[in-house]
């Protein structure tokens, strides 16, 4: 099973995978993440065919959300406390 980070669903639409709105703590920086905000990240996992890992099926919520800003510092090789992580 692969894992990915995707941005919430900027239409909202409604599925079983939304969470109870609030806020919940960011895995990286252990900060509250406001899971209504339209800019929160979430983690989602799929399952991909063959060696290339385009396209996917099954996508299932995985519960975690992210900031903006602790993603983009991973993207970047930094923890959220800005420590280099490669």
Known sequence: MSSAIVPRNPMNHKDETQPILGKVACPFCEEAVDVDSEEVY??????????KSDGGTL????????????????KAGQSPD?????
Do not use: D
């Open 42 to 51: 979430r983690e989602v996992a799929l399952w991909v065919h063959g060696p």
């Open 59 to 74: 996508r299932e919520h995985t519960g975690r959300y992210a900031h903006p800003r602790c993603i983009e510092l991973l």
């Open 82 to 86: 800005n420590e280099m992580l490669f």
